[in-house]
């Protein structure tokens, strides 16, 4: 599971460098922003880490 969070984390800096360097963030609004693009980066692998691992689920 460390594996995945350390690639949770890569993405969302990954994420947050391309918006800076796009224009998109300002350097003075990370925080906020990195907040926000990490817990949705770790929501989605985790729901998807979950939905994998339960048979019962169905692709919808």
């Known amino acids: 599971m460390k594996s995945t ?3 949770i984390l890569r993405t969302s800096k990954e994420i947050i460098v391309k918006f800076i ?3 998109r963030l300002s ?5 906020e922003t990195f ?3 990490y817990a949705t980066v770790n929501q989605t692998v985790k729901k998807n880490i979950n939905q ?9």
Do not use: K, M, V, W
């Not at 350097?27 to 925080?31: D, G, I, L, R, V």
């Not at 994998?52 to 919808?60: G, I, K, Q, W, Y």
């Open 35 to 37: 907040r926000d693009i």
């Open 21 to 23: 360097e796009l224009g």
């Open 52 to 60: 994998e691992f339960s048979p019962d689920d169905t692709l919808a």
């Open 27 to 31: 350097p003075a609004s990370f925080h």
């Open 5 to 7: 969070d350390e690639q």
